[in-house]
Each structure stands twice: as C-alpha cells, then as structure tokens.
C-alpha cells in the first residue's frame, strides 16, 4: 500500500476518490445554483460529496466500508516510476505479471499486465477515468484477455487508485481480486514540457528516454469549457545477448560448465564470416555419430564424436536480455459547460506501441538426426505436422566429406552450416499496437439527482512479425527439390540445390528470405459501451440522509484473429494458425444504496445484474458496514460475490494451434539424465562435454499442442470478504489494518498438460538417431578404461521416444482460497522552517493460498504460502521529505524468502536436502530456500524557480544483484534487478 493520504480530522477534501470525482468538483457548484432556495451550508455539503472508489454514491466522509489505496502524483514521481508497471512493482498487493520486455514467445508479445493478489490478469479490472478499456489483441498464453497497461497514457496520470476489494457487484466481470482506476487530470491550462532519461552503469546498452508535451486552455467556471492534449512519447533499448552472458548469478555457470567455453568469444565466426560447417553421419552397425569439420575449417572444436566447425550466433541476439521498444500515447480531455446544470465531456486516448527484438545472427541449416520439429496446424486437424531437414546425398555438389565418413552410409551425409546470406537483423520478433479509446457523455443534476450518461468506444489492433520459423515451400526453393536416397532411405536435398553452400551472396540471401520469412499474426479487439446512472437521496433516517444509485450498462464486444494462412496450412514449421472469432452484446442493471443506520453505523448495499449470451442472468450483491466507534477508531467490513464470464478466447470459436514449451516428460527426462550422469563422470573431456549437453535436455521439450474453446463454459464464482480497522491516536500518525479473503471456484483453466487426465490425446516419437548415438558413446565409454567409470553390467537406454504432441480443451475445473492481511501505517510531521516530513510503511501478509484443480475435496497442493512465488510478506517502506525547494523520497521495496518447491508435492524432489529447484542445483547456502529481496530507491527534486522542476533518481542505490533462481527462465527472480544501479534525471518546465 502506498501513501493513502488519511486526514485524521477526515476533511472532506481529502482525494480519496474515483476517476470522475475531479469533473464532479468542477460542475458541482454551477449544478445546485439553480435552487435559490439553498443555503450556503447546503451548497457545501453538496461541494463535499465525491465519488470513493468502488461506488456510483457521491458521499462526504472519504472513508468507505472497502479499503481503497491512493497513489499521488508525487508518489509516482518519489519513487522514480516511468511506466504504470513500475507503480505496481512498489504495490504490496500487487503480484508480478507480465512485462512487455519478457513477454516474447508467450502469445500476447509485447504486452504488460496487472495483477492484483496474485490472481492473474483476468481477475483484475484496470479502469481509465473509471471506465473500462478494450481488451490487448492477443491474449495471454491464447487464453486470458486483458488491458495492457502500457496503454494508458503515463503523461496525464494524476493519481491512481486501488480498491483491494471485489467489485463485480459494482463493476461487473473480472473485479474479483480488485480495480485498479487510473486518473487523468480533470483540467489543465497551460504549456508543460518534461523529459526523463535513465541510464545503467552495469550494461551499456541499457537505456530508458522519456519525454512529454502537455498544453491546455479555457477556464470552466469563466469560459465554461477546458480543453487539454498530452503527447507522450517513450524508448527503452534492448539488451543483446553480448552484454548477458557474462552477468547470469554464478550458479547458472556451475549448472552450464559448457556455456562459457562453448561461447568461445576468441574464435568462432563472426557474423558475415564464412563458416565452411561440418559433416556428419551415423554407424549403421553401432548408432555411434561420426563428426568431421569441413575442409576450410579455422575454428575446429573436439567433441565426443569427433570434429566440429564452430560459429557465433548469438552475439546481437536480443530475446532473452530484452526488447527495444518506442511508445507514443496521444491524449485530448474536454469538458464544455452547457448550462447551469449539464456538462459535456469528452476524452480520447490513442497509443501506438512498437516493440523489436533481434533474434541473433541467421540461422544454421541442420540435418535432422534427433526429433523433427512437431505442431499442430488449423487446416490439417489432428494431423500432428512435422519437419526434418534434409541430408546430402553422396553425388552432391557440395558433399566434400571424407572418404572414411562417406563410407559409412553410402556416401550421404549429414550438414551443420550458417546461413550467413541474409545478415545479422533478419531474424527476431516485432510486435505493434495500436489502441484508443474515445469517450463522450452528459453529465448533471436535476433536483437533488445528479445523472451521467456516456458512449465509449474501444479498441486494440496487435500485430506479431515473426522471423524465426522454416516456410516448408520457401526451404525446398533453396534447397530442394528433394528425393529419397535408395540405399538409405533418407530425404535428400537436391545435388545442386538453388542455394550456393560456400559463399555469401544476395542471390542466397533471397532465397534465405524465403525460406525463413517474417509472418505476422493480426488479432483485432472491439469493445462498446453504453451507460447511464443517477444518483441522489432517497428519503431522510434519523440518522442521516440514505442516498441510492441506479444504472445500467449495454456492451458490444467483438474478438478476432483470423490467423497466418501459410501456418493455417502447416507451412510454417511451429505455427499452426491460431485462430479465434467471436462477439457477443452483454448487458447489465445495477443499484446502489448508502445508509446510516445510526450516528456510527453506516451500511451499503449493492446488486448488479449482468446478462451474458448462452448464460443465465449473474447476480452479484455486496453489503458493507462502516462503524465509528470511536472518534479516532473505525471498523469497517465488507462481503460480496463476484465473477468471470468465460472470454472469447475461451468460449469463442476457434483455437491454440502451435506448441507448448517446457514440457516436462519424467520418462525420458530420467532416462537421459541417467546416461548423461554416467558420461558425466568420465575423465575424457569429450564424455564430459556430451554428458553437460544432454544433462536436463529431455525435462523441458517443445512439444506440439491444440488447446480448443469451450462453449459450455460456466462463469468463474467467487467469493470475497474484508474485514478491518482504521485507527488514528493522533494527527500525525494513521494506522489500517484489513483481512482480505476470495474464494474462487468453476475456475476456467487450459489443460494441464503434465497430467494424464487432462490430455484427450498424445503421440511419441519413436527413438531417434541421437538417442542411439548418446548409447553408443556411452558404451564407448565404459569400454574405455581409461575414462575412468565404473559402468553398472546393464547400461541405462531409451525405453520410448520423446513427446511428439499433445491435444486437450479449457475447462470449469479447479477452485482456489486465498487470504491475508494488508497493514498500513502513514505518519506526519510538521518540521516549522524544516518542512515536512512523511513516513509510510506498508505491507501485504499473505496467510493462505491453496488450490485444487480438478474440483475435488480438500486441497490437493496444500497451503502454497512460503512456497516459490507466493512469499509470506511483501512490503514497502517510503519517506519524503519537502523542504522550501527541495523534495526528497526514499523507497525500500522486500519481497519475503521462499522455499524452491512451488507446493508440497514438488517438494519431494526439490528441497534442502537435494538442494535442488526444478531438479536444478542450487547455490551454496541457498538449499533451504529462494533468499528475502529487497532494493532501495532514492530521488531527490529540485525546483530553482516556479516554473523549472528537475530531479535526479537513483533505483537499486546499493547496487544490489539478483541471486540464482532456477524457477525463471531468466535464471534470477522477475522481482528481482540485474541492472545494478540504476540513475535517472527528470526536467519539466512549465511556460
């Protein structure tokens, strides 16, 4: 929780409010200046009433039965945020999610989510202005939908504001864990430049530029209209490989001792160097692999089986170290005084997103003698396609092998080559994104109603561009056509294929291109919206007035992506085409009562009625009691009951053609760990280097995958409770201390794939060519006295070939508890000629979180509290202090230690005593567990004059480094920093 600014005395400006509380402010007095019967006390107490957060009530005390978590302005800019991602970092409720750095490959590249509780994206409602926004174009793993984050123009954020509560009686669908409500300014006159640039001394190429132009005019209550633009425009570089490969934590070296050596930063090719590549093929008799480099060779590795001629593919790649990606935001905010009592508004938002990432040099062409490539495709249905690249044949051109490895099948045989031509930027991925948002509406009062009524209209277009994947057309153009080599059997390219092996051209370069060519996958999403409300008093209780709300809400959303054609055919190795296409109108009635019940005890009530297509009508009520029972001391509480409609990903029609990764088959994953344990051993560096590759290499495998809709689908249910207390002793110093609680069940979940019973079916490869060549050098070994093992009489083999697909369908199935307490505590203190000083800690104590996935009793994972990714405690502690021109903050982020283990059944393989984490070895000292994080954040602001601000932030100021985490594949925790020290400067200047 970050500064929730409470007033002790509860004054009743305190902004504690919702996203139309500011315009509320601006029409209010002009609206009750039509009664000139009213007295001034009247009018005051009417200027009072704002909107809080999570209500349509307008109400004069700011504190509600649902605690509500208020960001500033000033919060965002202390703690050196430049994106609405980085606010969440420094939310204790909020849990990692999505970054649009490292979200290449997951389905929705290119994206940021939010996620509140842990709960994920689909259970977290983010709000603009206090309406909703238009889903991403393409959805996460190709199932949940939701609003990226990076959308939302960062220039105009006034404040935001967190309700940690559920709010689907209010809200609707996905407000379940809660809402997060990013507000603009209401108003603005003026001209207003600001630029930001952040800098790592620890990468080079690390760099974050941001700069905006803001300017407005008209007087609302004088002009009676506001009209204001902000242009915002952001860069972050990308990080290639070369500056990562060295600054990994020490223990993912110790588990990779190949990865340095086999880098060999010294020699190997450069990119646009000629690598002549190198030749292979397989004893027929003994499955033992025979390499040789080809003739020209400089760069000659010794391996088990043989030699090789290595080459350098990585250097500029930028997939894992991060993407570089630009923003443009453009948004208009208007606000036109129509009479004393009705107002226009008006707002668009528009955001282009354009995000790249350099995929390294080209690609090496490969002869297949392990698993062909696998996937399923939407034209070819259950047909699980499949590539396998070609051999030589022994009248090829370009077979210079020797005599002796000719001989072994017949003169055909296999290539390792790079496929220099095309250039080193080729290959990668560029993700864009185009949304907007446009907004107008009427707003008023008639009497003592206050009504509001507004279209909205949304949408996202997202494009991925892909230059990864072989085009099976475009691959047999340059290589082929292919035949069938009589003696062997093998599919052989052709002896004078269109593509010259042996120089660098642009002729080869062209048919590079089409052979491995940039596709896109287009998803186009549309959301509008329709809704009114009214809200005023009832009637008058002894003591107090009971003021209602009444609305309504009609929406029409439409999801499309109508998937790349070649992969739809099975022409793009790894894509399959996915596909999804649906729309549907929903429509919803709520209502909304505040009563005091006593002097002390005040309640709320609210219902909302949402009609989804092919559903029964949703009820979803909630009740909160509020109850002063002492003039410093209140308790507040609430229960509702909230839901999820199915999206159109979900429910739709179409679906996930493509592959899983990191897929883990404990048969063959035991079966080649027990081979590479024994090489492993040896004292022959070529066992060694053989063993270190096939270590771990059968637990994570892509392997194809079809995940279809389900149109009998059930809503998601949800039951959520607080209960807490908000104490002030004194007038600098306010305590909160709230219980949360959410019960969710019908949970709409893909296959587990892991599990036999969620798989409709699955195919094997049979044993290939590599499995018998890791047994044959394995027998080598333990013939060779000399390697220096004691080989077991009966040798571990392949009993079954490896994973080839899987196929199964979403789901109802699967509940989850959890529950906790957030604590907050905000003091303040007047400093006289010293300023002021404020100090804040917060934090979110996690007390259960279990989950069962199949609907059964009990819970079968257990309390997963204290297990990886779900610490006991996350927490944030902030000062600021302001004195005369100067304006200092100082944020400490901790994020709680965890077992490796992510529940009690993964514990029995992964725990102390093995030392391991996803079967990894751990780092010395780190056996019982992923070590406490926490980084510090120190800025300092500076205004020389009136109307020039800048300032200087220094993030992770201890230059902390991230520990060994076996769990991410980015081998250190997502919460967690590799940058080291990171230093930013901030200008603004106001004309």
Not at 59 to 66: G, I, P, W
Not at 514 to 530: M, N, V, Y
Not at 548 to 553: C, S, V
Not at 926 to 944: E, F, Q
């Amino acid at each position: 929780m970050l500064p929730a600014r409470r007033n002790p005395h509860r004054c009743t400006f305190a902004p504690l409010s919702l996203a139309i509380a500011s315009t509320l402010f601006a029409i209010a007095a002009p609206a009750f200046a039509q009664d000139p019967d009213g007295k001034d006390k009247d009018k005051a107490t009417e200027l009072a009433r704002i909107e809080v957060t999570g209500s349509n009530i307008r109400r004069t005390d700011v504190e509600t039965a649902s605690p509500v978590q208020v960001i500033s302005k000033q919060d965002i800019q202390n703690m050196g945020a430049r994106t609405l991602l980085q606010v969440l970092d420094n939310l204790p409720a909020a849990r990692p999610g999505q970054v649009d750095s490292k979200s290449l490959f997951t389905g929705s590249d290119g994206a940021s989510q939010a996620n509140l509780r842990g709960l994920g994206a689909q259970g977290t409602l983010v709000l603009l202005n206090g309406r909703r926004l238009s889903y991403y174009g393409a959805p996460a793993g190709f199932q949940t939908q939701f609003v990226n984050i990076d959308a939302i123009p960062a220039a105009v954020i006034e404040r935001m504001e967190v309700l940690t509560d559920g709010a689907s009686a209010v809200y609707g669908t996905d407000a379940v864990a809660g809402v997060i409500n990013v507000i603009t300014k209401s108003s603005y006159q003026g001209l207003e430049v600001s630029g930001t640039w952040d800098t790592a001394s620890r990468f080079d190429s690390f760099g974050e530029t941001q700069a905006s132009i803001t300017g407005g005019f008209g007087d609302l209550s004088e002009d009676r209209y506001n009209v204001y633009a902000s242009f915002n425009m952001y860069k972050r570089d990308g990080i290639p490989d070369s500056e990562w490969y060295l600054k990994n934590p020490a223990q993912f070296y110790v588990n990779n001792p190949d990865y340095i050596k086999n880098l060999r930063l010294d020699t190997g090719s450069a990119p646009g160097v000629f690598n002549p590549g190198y030749y292979y093929a397989i004893d027929p008799v003994t499955g033992a692999r025979m390499d040789e480099a080809a003739p020209g060779c400089n760069n000659v590795l010794q391996v088990a089986s043989g030699t090789r001629c290595i080459w350098q593919t990585w250097m500029n790649r930028q997939i894992n170290g991060g993407a570089d990606s630009k923003r443009v935001t453009a948004y208009v905010n208007g606000h036109f005084q129509l009479n004393d009592a009705t107002e226009a508004f008006a707002e668009v938002t528009y955001t282009d997103i354009d995000l790249h990432a350099n995929g390294g040099t080209p690609r090496a062409y490969g002869t297949t003698t392990g698993n062909p490539q696998s996937w399923f495709s939407r034209n070819t249905g259950n047909t699980v396609n499949q590539f396998l690249t070609p051999w030589l044949g022994p009248n090829n051109e370009y077979n210079h092998a020797s005599p002796e490895m000719k001989a072994l099948m017949g003169g055909v045989v296999g290539l390792g080559y790079l496929l220099q031509d095309v250039g080193g930027g080729h290959f990668g991925q560029r993700n864009t994104d185009e949304s907007y948002r446009a907004v107008a509406g009427l707003r008023g009062s008639a009497g003592d109603w206050n009504w509001e009524t507004a279209f909205a209209t949304a949408g996202s277009h997202s494009v991925t561009y892909q230059t990864t994947n072989v085009n099976l057309k475009g691959f047999e153009k340059a290589f082929g056509p292919y035949t069938v080599d009589p003696g062997t059997g093998r599919v052989i390219i052709s002896d004078h294929p269109a593509y010259k092996f042996g120089e660098i051209s642009e002729a080869n370069a062209a048919l590079i291109r089409e052979a491995f060519p940039t596709f896109d996958i287009e998803s186009w999403t549309r959301l509008h919206t329709l809704d009114g409300k009214i809200e005023g008093p009832l009637f008058k209780m002894p003591a107090g007035e009971v003021r209602a709300a009444f609305g309504f809400n009609a929406t029409r959303e439409t999801f499309y992506t109508p998937g790349n054609p070649d992969a739809a055919n099975g022409l793009i190795t790894q894509q399959g085409g996915s596909w999804f296409d649906g729309k549907r109108n929903t429509y919803a009635l709520f209502a909304e009562a505040v009563a005091p019940l006593t002097e002390k005890l005040e309640m709320d009530l609210a219902l909302r009625l949402d009609k989804y297509p092919g559903f029964s009508a949703n009820a979803a009520p909630k009740i909160g009691l509020k109850y002063q029972a002492l003039p410093q001391l209140m308790l507040r509480g609430t229960y509702s009951e909230g839901f999820r409609a199915p999206s159109l990903a979900e429910a739709g029609s179409g679906g996930v053609y493509a592959q899983i990764g990191g897929y883990r088959d404990e048969i063959r994953c035991n079966e080649t760990n027990a081979i590479a344990g024994l090489l492993r051993q040896s004292n022959r560096v070529v066992d060694q280097d053989l063993g270190n590759s096939l270590w771990n290499s059968d637990c994570s495998r892509n392997v194809a995958r079809m995940t279809q809709p389900n149109q009998d689908l059930k809503p998601e249910k949800a039951k959520i409770a607080t209960l807490g207390v908000v104490f002030e002793p004194a007038d600098w110093l306010s305590v909160s201390a709230d219980y949360w609680f959410v019960y969710r069940r019908d949970e709409i979940v893909a296959p587990d794939y892991s599990k036999e019973e969620d798989i409709d079916s699955m195919t094997r490869f049979p044993i290939t060519e590599t499995d018998l060549s890791n047994l044959a050098a394995l027998a080598n070994m333990c013939n060779d006295p000399a390697s220096g093992v004691s080989c077991p009489s009966t040798l571990p083999g392949y009993s079954t070939g490896n994973v080839a697909s899987v196929i199964g369908q979403y789901s109802n199935r699967g509940r989850t508890l959890i529950d906790g307490f957030d604590v907050d505590l905000r003091s303040r203190f007047d400093l006289g000629e010293w300023g002021r000083l404020n100090i804040g800690v917060a934090a979110t104590i996690a007390n259960r979180n279990m989950y069962n996935s199949d609907n059964g009793d009990g819970w079968y994972y257990g309390n997963v509290v204290g297990y990886y990714n779900n610490p006991k405690v996350r927490a944030t502690f902030n000062t600021n202090w302001t004195y005369g021109k100067w304006d200092t903050g100082f944020y400490v982020n901790y994020v709680g230690g965890t077992k490796w283990a992510y529940d009690r059944i993964d514990a029995q393989d992964n725990n102390a005593q093995t030392c391991t984490g996803s079967y990894l070895d751990l780092a010395p000292g780190h056996c019982g567990g992923a070590p406490a994080w926490w980084t510090a954040n120190l800025s300092v602001n500076w205004r020389p004059i009136e109307k020039l601000s800048v300032g200087v932030t220094v993030k992770n100021l201890f230059n902390r480094l991230p520990f060994y985490d076996p769990n991410d594949w980015m081998n250190f925790a997502g919460y967690a920093n590799n940058f080291g020290r990171i230093y930013s400067v901030t200008a603004t200047y106001k004309f």
